[in-house]
């Protein structure tokens, strides 16, 4: 989002638009898409590509003339109309905007994921670059998807451009990812097709902040490089385990998203926006002999409900209850009764999550692809700090070693409805774990069923020892394909794979994000479907029908989405009296004897609910939110 001449512009997945920054009324107008073809209403909107043919990621506004914008276009894995985009005066409409061609070092052929910053005179244009050529690569051959940053002393689009930084010159800047240069893939800009922000301060052009993983720093123009926001501290020599022993400043959190300069009480600040939230350091702050910056500030402190939550899990703890999540990359949550803030007892990424209803201290909790740690008392550190003396236990299900096994990112994983001690989990396979809570190592989990070469679990449910397990494989636009298997967990001579047509006929060729099991009956079951082929992808909208129902053990299906908007479902919940549903903008409750739906109460805001689960100790409903936290819902309210 950029403002500039009185307009606001944004980068979309569907090419540059703007409005009147002056008011919110009125319609957006669409400036320019290089494909216009592929969007919605478009003669190629049916394409299996369309949702990447006009991918805008950057738009830079000239400070001395706003009728001069250039943005940067392209789909990150490379398409033929990556590039630089220009036009003099963007009044005259879409046919004034033209390509251009980058000159100098930069390589017009390999033009991918791009952020701009202009310096305030115009005379400067900085750029990262993110290489499609490198990303297309093999997992594992190269360390770093990051072509370079660049800049333009001419302050033009076409250069010609000079490089000032790539992978390498980073990793010797202080950061913390130099340790990854052996080729293990983890150099800086690994994840350049997702991390990156640029900025130039206002009152120097040679003074510029980039971000990738971390949080980088120039003050003469690229020639040197300080990583004043490390990934992390491990490697340093001011690291230790124990925080009383830890010497290390605080450093930013990791993946960079956004930045701002502005000043606050009449100091200038750079803020830096992340997947751990925002932080600010003085524009020209302090560095310690690493390069690393010792002022950070962490603007998390709880005024931002900003926490981006997977999945809910919740279990009786002592008077109260025990609730915990995984979060995006910011490990699992866990609050008790009488805490006055959260602990994270799980680090990393946090996926799925599970609790013993009958105590919410036994916990499963995911870190990423299946790979599931167990506790029976919160993790709670016992006072020994090291794996040997761990309160918890690696658990990953694996055929010959462990992360072999084949899984979404956020791998499903769930326990029987009626029985605390027999757990499902999915990846290419279906895994059952008949042990519950006393299981200490992956090897105890039994491999059940195939689902097929290609295919990943995203949704397990499992009543009486009845299973489903919905799937996806290829699970991206091209060719998507989806389906749902069924068996026992005691037979792995009845498990089949069930007749779902790809035309939809009988479910729609969707992403199947979850299910309900009835513990009451295991035939009957209640499946959500998510809006689009893959779940993250975006798109005008793919047709009514979201929620379906079962009684035959899914053999045939009947829709009761009834009065549900076109809206993505993600979850479900069987609690008394009714059932609740998890979608994209909020959730929502259908009374046993209804048939439609309505909104479950009020306070809980606009967004995208990705997990709900009933707590029989309190007779709540419990909510995850992918960026607003987690809530609660007394059923007592009804």
Partial sequence: MRFGGGKVWVATSAGVWSHDASTAAGAWHMEFTPN?????????????????????????????????????????????????????????????????????????????????????????????????????????????????????????????????????????????????????????????????????????????????????????????????????????????????????????????????????????YVYVGNDGGVYRRPLRGVTNAHGNATDWQSLSDGTMDALQYYAVAVGKDGAGVAVSGGLQDNGASVLRPGDTVMGSNFGGDGGDSMADPANGCRQVQEYVYLAMRVTLNCNVNPGALDEEHSSSKDIQPYTSSAGDEPARFIAPFGRDVSDVNRWIAGGQHVWINTAGFAISDGKQWKNLFDLGAGHVATAVAMSQGTAYVGWCGPCNNAGFGRGIAVGRFDDPASWRQLTLPSDGSVLPNRYISGF?????????????????????????????????????????????????????????????????????????????????????????PTTAVTDVEYSPSDQKVYAATHGRGIWSFSLSQL
């Avoid at 992808?537 to 299906?557: I, L």
């Avoid at 909020?586 to 046993?592: D, E, L, N, W």
Wanted: proline residues 7%; hydrophobic residues 35%; negative net charge.
């Fill in 36 to 268: 216009p073809d592929y969007l919605a209403g478009g003669s190629k909107a049916g394409d299996p590509n369309a949702p990447y043919k006009n991918i805008a990621n950057d738009i830079a506004i000239d400070p001395l003339n706003p009728k001069h914008v250039i943005a940067a276009i392209g789909w990150r894995s490379g398409d033929t109309y990556n590039g630089f985009y220009e036009t003099a005066d963007y009044t005259r409409g879409p046919a004034s905007w033209q390509k251009v061609n980058p000159g100098g070092a930069m390589p017009a052929d390999d033009v991918g994921y791009v952020t701009f910053a202009y310096s305030s005179d115009a005379r400067t244009l900085y750029a990262i670059n993110q290489s499609p050529k490198l990303l297309n690569k093999a997992v594992g051959t190269v360390n770093s998807y990051l072509d370079g940053i660049y800049v333009s002393p001419s302050g033009s689009p076409a250069g010609p451009w000079n490089k000032i930084a790539d992978s390498t010159k980073l990793a010797n800047s202080g950061s913390a990812l130099k340790q990854a240069e052996s080729g293990k893939g983890y150099g800086p800009g690994v994840q350049a097709w997702y991390n990156q922000f640029l900025i130039v301060d206002p009152t120097d052009a040679r003074h510029v902040y980039a971000g990738l993983e971390e949080v980088y720093e120039t003050t003469n123009g690229g020639a040197t490089w300080k990583t004043v926001g490390p990934y992390w501290n491990f490697g340093f020599d001011c690291w230790a385990i124990d925080d009383a022993s830890n010497t290390c400043p605080k450093s930013t959190h990791p993946d960079q998203h956004s930045v701002a300069i502005g000043s606050y009480q009449g100091k200038s």
């Fill in 516 to 604: 309900a099991a009835d513990p009451a009956d295991p035939r009957h079951v209640i499946v959500a479907i998510n809006g689009f082929s893959r779940r993250w992808t975006e798109g005008p909208g793919a047709g009514v029908g979201h929620v379906y129902e079962s009684t035959d053990g899914g053999t045939t299906w009947k829709d009761i989405s009834a009065n549900l908007p076109d809206v993505p479902a993600n979850a479900l919940s069987i609690v008394p009296g009714g059932l609740v549903l998890a979608t994209d903008l909020g959730a929502v409750y259908r009374p046993a004897a209804a048939t439609g739906w309505t909104r479950l109460g009020g306070n809980l």
